[in-house]
């Protein structure tokens, strides 16, 4: 565990970049500090490497102040990522990824191997191996740069806005492929971004500082939307936090009905509990081709589109809301995962599952917090 | 009677080709006291200005230094070190050394202070001691550069050793002075001539050094 006690930095210009922070960063986990842009976050994030030394406080690493450990072991147990990954552009990629490894003094084929193998974990194409910063796209510059920190396997990750510089789905792809290496390894990661979305996103905890570097909140993502600390930290989530907030609720317990949806060419079904005028129209595998109004049984021509489906369980409230929003009808189609009907679900019937785990999750909550209180206290 | 029949003439003349005043002699000559002007001077500039260019301190010494060595003439610094010190080789070597630091030192500083921070950051991140950031990291990407620096102070070098001639000494500006001093013109157009195919020489050994020692990555190609 990396504890951050008190922490002060203040440049020798008179700025204080960092105010008496403390901080407790879980092992085996991605605890993301996130605020407006000169609020401090590269600054603590580098007085945990010593890449700059804190004015008052200390930082302990497992129990053990980072001051007194030598500078050079205690950077090469930590991976360090930063934006526009930093390669060194006269070595090639796999060349750059073997740095640490050949700093520790591995073999050449080693430390080559070990390149390889990190190359295919961050989703590098082998044949890139032998290619020079230059030929790759900004993407893959930043893959190589997470490959780079993992390659002597250091337990600690710190990433200074690592995926800000490339293009948004470019960074999504990033973003996902973090999560899954991090599922894998289980590294200690701080990561630093401006970006809300992206430390709701990551984040296992959040820490959001504000100007000056003070900490406003530190707490896991759901709880940071549903329970801003103050109006600053519910402005820097911006307006639709109710909207996000539903990310983390998941879909499995929506009430699906089976009763608006027909096979193809079958006759209208009875008017029971789907008070709807349109029926979702299936093929014989069960997957669905659309809507149509009662009373236009036959006419596959004339069949609404669905739109997307969403899978209960797997994905959450929002994005149930979201195919409801889209749906051309106000109904959400609910799919196996082969793509199979499960059944459709109205607006409505997902507004009240919405209101129930907002309330289950404030009566979740409510204890928890008053142990954090009597903790604080 | 030309330029090039008087290039003509001299090339062709036999007698022009052995004996101590013989083109190989003179020309080996001069390539020796340009390589040892040139060696003095990088042992001076290059760790100076690696050192200052990397902490990026040092950076108006640097300047001051340079301009002040700029404005000394070559010839009189000869004449004033044969007076002080007396004919030999080391007051060659002043004026020549004299004239190559500035070049050496000032492309070397400005080359490593601006090699990109990003990549530089990071290897201190890693936990690279700055003795292997300056030469795994900052030298490589900066060689194109320092390397320009060392060619235009060899080619400087190359054109004015034959100052040495004037206190003695050998090398292709033998050539050049003798011919005036006998108003033989044949024999100063062909030192002439001779001076400035080494220089072509020395372009064309650097630029091979820099095919060879400056990485593709940094080359782009
Ligand atoms: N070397 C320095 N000397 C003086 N002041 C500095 C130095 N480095 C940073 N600062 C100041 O300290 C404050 C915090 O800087 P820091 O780089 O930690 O912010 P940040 O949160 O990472 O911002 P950004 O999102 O823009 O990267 C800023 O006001 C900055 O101007
Ligand atoms: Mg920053």
Same mark, same amino acid.
């Given at each position: 565990?990396?504890?951050?006690?008190?922490?002060?930095?203040? %440049?020798?210009? &008179?700025?204080?970049?960092?105010?008496?922070?403390?901080? /407790?960063?879980?092992?085996?986990?991605?605890?993301?500090?996130?605020?407006?842009?000169?609020?401090?976050?590269?600054?603590?994030?580098?007085?945990?490497?010593?890449?700059?030394?804190?004015?008052?406080?200390?930082?302990? !690493?497992?129990?053990?102040?980072?001051?007194?450990?030598?500078?050079?072991?205690?950077?090469?147990?930590?991976?360090?990522?930063?934006?526009?990954?930093?390669?060194?552009?006269?070595?090639?990629?796999?060349?750059?990824?073997?740095?640490?490894?050949?700093? !520790?003094?591995?073999?050449?084929?080693?430390?080559?191997?070990?390149?390889?193998?990190?190359?295919?974990?961050?989703?590098?194409?082998?044949?890139?191996?032998?290619?020079?910063?230059?030929?790759?796209?900004?993407?893959?510059?930043?893959?190589?740069?997470?490959?780079?920190?993992?390659?002597?396997?250091?337990?600690?990750?710190?990433?200074?806005?690592?995926?800000?510089?490339?293009?948004?789905?470019?960074?999504? &792809?990033?973003?996902? +492929?973090?999560?899954?290496?991090?599922?894998?390894?289980?590294?200690?990661?701080?990561?630093?971004?401006?970006?809300?979305?992206?430390?709701?996103?990551?984040?296992?905890?959040?820490?959001?500082?504000?100007?000056?570097g003070r900490l406003a909140q530190y707490a896991p993502p759901a709880?940071? !939307?549903?329970?801003?600390?103050?109006?600053?930290? +519910?402005?820097?989530?911006?307006?639709?936090?109710?909207?996000?907030?539903?990310?983390?609720?998941?879909?499995?317990?929506?009430?699906?009905?089976?009763?608006?949806?027909?096979?193809?060419?079958?006759p209208d079904a009875p008017l029971t509990t789907a008070e709807t005028? %349109?029926?979702?129209?299936?093929?014989? +595998?069960?997957?669905?081709?659309?809507?149509? /109004?009662?009373?236009?049984?036959?006419?596959?021509?004339?069949?609404?589109?669905?739109?997307?489906p969403f899978r209960p369980g797997t994905d959450s409230l929002r994005?149930?809301?979201?195919?409801?929003?889209?749906?051309?009808?106000?109904?959400?189609?609910?799919?196996?995962?082969?793509?199979?009907?499960?059944?459709?679900?109205?607006?409505?019937?997902?507004? /009240?599952?919405?209101?129930?785990?907002?309330?289950?999750?404030?009566?979740?909550?409510?204890?928890?917090?008053?142990?954090?209180?009597?903790?604080?206290? | 009677?030309?330029?090039?029949?008087?290039?003509?003439?001299?090339?062709?003349?036999?007698?022009?080709?052995?004996?101590?005043?013989?083109?190989?002699?003179?020309?080996?000559?001069?390539?020796?006291?340009?390589?040892?002007?040139?060696?003095?001077?990088?042992?001076?500039?290059?760790?100076?200005?690696?050192?200052?260019?990397?902490?990026?301190?040092?950076?108006?010494?640097? =300047?001051?230094?340079?301009?002040?060595?700029?404005?000394?003439?070559?010839?009189?610094?000869?004449?004033?070190?044969?007076?002080?010190?007396?004919?030999?080789?080391?007051?060659?070597?002043?004026?020549?050394?004299?004239? =190559?630091?500035?070049?050496?030192?000032?492309?070397?500083?400005?080359?490593?202070?601006?090699?990109?921070? =990003?990549?530089?950051?990071?290897?201190?991140?890693?936990?690279?001691?700055?003795?292997?950031?300056?030469?795994?990291?900052?030298?490589?990407?900066?060689?194109?550069?320092?390397?320009?620096?060392?060619?235009?102070?060899?080619?400087?070098?190359?054109?004015?050793?034959?100052?040495? $001639?004037?206190?003695?000494?050998?090398?292709?500006?033998?050539?050049?002075?003798?011919?005036?001093?006998?108003?033989?013109?044949?024999?100063?157009?062909?030192?002439?001539?001779?001076?400035?195919?080494? $220089?072509?020489?020395?372009? =064309?050994?650097?630029?091979?050094?820099?095919?060879?020692?400056?990485?593709?990555?940094?080359?782009?190609?």
């Amino acid at each position: 565990m990396i504890r951050i006690d008190s922490v002060t930095k203040r %440049y020798p210009d &008179g700025t204080v970049a960092v105010d008496r922070l403390s901080l /407790e960063i879980p092992d085996r986990s991605i605890t993301v500090l996130v605020g407006p842009s000169g609020c401090g976050k590269t600054t603590t994030l580098r007085m945990i490497n010593r890449m700059v030394e804190p004015t008052e406080g200390t930082i302990l !690493l497992d129990g053990e102040d980072v001051q007194r450990q030598p500078v050079t072991t205690l950077r090469r147990s930590m991976g360090y990522v930063i934006q526009n990954a930093g390669l060194f552009q006269h070595r090639t990629i796999a060349d750059n990824i073997a740095t640490v490894p050949r700093m !520790l003094g591995w073999g050449k084929q080693r430390a080559r191997e070990r390149a390889a193998e990190l190359m295919e974990r961050v989703g590098l194409d082998a044949s890139l191996a032998k290619r020079y910063p230059y030929q790759l796209s900004g993407g893959q510059q930043q893959r190589v740069g997470v490959a780079r920190a993992l390659a002597a396997d250091p337990p600690v990750l710190l990433m200074d806005e690592p995926f800000s510089a490339v293009d948004p789905v470019v960074r999504k &792809g990033l973003q996902d +492929e973090l999560l899954r290496i991090q599922d894998e390894l289980g590294k200690t990661i701080v990561f630093v971004t401006h970006d809300i979305d992206e430390a709701i996103k990551l984040g296992t905890m959040v820490a959001v500082l504000r100007e000056g570097g003070r900490l406003a909140q530190y707490a896991p993502p759901a709880e940071l !939307l549903s329970n801003p600390a103050d109006s600053f930290v +519910e402005d820097f989530l911006g307006a639709d936090r109710g909207i996000r907030r539903l990310s983390f609720f998941t879909s499995d317990a929506l009430e699906l009905t089976t009763d608006a949806v027909v096979p193809a060419g079958a006759p209208d079904a009875p008017l029971t509990t789907a008070e709807t005028p %349109y029926l979702l129209v299936t093929d014989a +595998e069960g997957r669905p081709l659309g809507w149509r /109004e009662r009373g236009s049984a036959g006419d596959a021509d004339r069949l609404l589109p669905y739109g997307r489906p969403f899978r209960p369980g797997t994905d959450s409230l929002r994005a149930a809301l979201d195919c409801a929003v889209l749906s051309p009808t106000g109904w959400a189609v609910a799919v196996d995962a082969d793509g199979r009907v499960t059944g459709v679900v109205s607006q409505q019937t997902i507004g /009240e599952a919405i209101r129930a785990a907002h309330t289950q999750a404030e009566t979740d909550a409510a204890p928890a917090r008053g142990e954090d209180e009597k903790v604080a206290g | 009677m030309n330029v090039l029949n008087f290039v003509q003439a001299f090339f062709s003349d036999g007698a022009h080709w052995h004996g101590y005043d013989g083109i190989p002699t003179r020309f080996l000559e001069h390539v020796r006291y340009a390589a040892l002007a040139l060696a003095i001077a990088a042992a001076i500039g290059l760790p100076v200005g690696l050192l200052t260019g990397h902490t990026g301190r040092g950076g108006n010494a640097i =300047a001051f230094v340079a301009n002040a060595a700029r404005a000394l003439p070559s010839f009189g610094l000869l004449v004033l070190a044969v007076l002080l010190i007396g004919f030999g080789l080391l007051p060659v070597m002043i004026p020549l050394v004299v004239l =190559a630091v500035p070049p050496i030192l000032v492309t070397t500083y400005e080359a490593v202070r601006t090699v990109d921070p =990003a990549p530089v950051d990071a290897a201190r991140g890693m936990g690279m001691r700055e003795s292997r950031i300056l030469f795994r990291v900052e030298v490589p990407v900066a060689l194109p550069l320092i390397l320009s620096g060392l060619r235009s102070a060899a080619i400087q070098i190359v054109s004015t050793a034959t100052i040495a $001639a004037y206190v003695s000494l050998g090398g292709l500006g033998r050539y050049i002075i003798d011919g005036l001093y006998q108003r033989n013109y044949e024999k100063v157009v062909g030192g002439a001539t001779l001076v400035a195919l080494l $220089a072509l020489v020395t372009l =064309a050994l650097f630029w091979a050094v820099g095919r060879l020692a400056v990485s593709p990555g940094v080359r782009r190609r």
